[in-house]
């Protein structure tokens, strides 16, 4: 428990890249902090420093499919182990921009890595722990790829996917929030931010601070 008086949440945010979530992260944990909750805002895949090690590889280095999905899962055990479980055991929130829905969305959905081995890591990784909140920004692949591209950075392994791999991975975030409706809630994202921003505040509020 935290000085509030409430159980430490975790709470993580998901969508293809280019979805608008880095603002609205920055939102939620400033709204967070201004009611007086310890907060770690964080990332997958890093959030530690071997994580973060592990992500250069994953973004910049070609590799095998189940290469890519189980160094995700590798990154997000030493993840659960050195940050996010000791944090909420000492009563801090957690906010991170993506988790396990992600390796759902990029490795099942968009790369087509079998349903029945992502659930065997899931299992293994964190059989009995998941997010208490997942928002889910949702907008047209053509959208995301025009903020992407107007960002003027060099896009990673992910960003150069063509516009059908993040269709699929899209409807594997729709799938999966539907199948998960309880933790899961999707945000349309195609929108001006300060509406986005609002529906995350008010979804923040009824879900973990009411
Ligand atoms: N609602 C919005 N409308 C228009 N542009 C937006 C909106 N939200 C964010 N952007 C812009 O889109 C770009 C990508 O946003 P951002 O980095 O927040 O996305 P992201 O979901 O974190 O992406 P990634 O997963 O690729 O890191 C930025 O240039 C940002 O300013
Ligand atoms: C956790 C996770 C991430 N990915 C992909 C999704 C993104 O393209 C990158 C991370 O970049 P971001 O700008 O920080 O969003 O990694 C993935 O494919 N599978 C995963 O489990």
Known sequence: MNHTGSRARFITFEGIDGAGKSSQIAAVVELLRARGIEVEQTREPGGTPLGERLRELLL????HLETEAMLMFAARREHLAARILPALAAGRWVVSDRFTDATYAYQVGGRGLDEAR?????????????????????????????????TGAAPDRFEREQRDFFERVR??????AR???????????????????AEVEAIVNERCLA
């Open 60 to 63: 910049h280095e070609a590799m």
């Open 118 to 150: 992502f659930d065997a890591l899931e299992r293994w990784v964190h059989p009995d722990f998941q997010p208490d909140l997942t928002l889910v920004f949702d907008l047209p692949p053509a959208v995301a790829a025009a903020r992407v591209a107007n």
């Open 171 to 176: 409807e594997a975030y729709l799938l999966r």
């Open 179 to 197: 199948r998960d409706s309880g933790r899961m809630r999707v945000v349309d994202a195609n929108r001006p931010p300060e509406e986005i921003r």
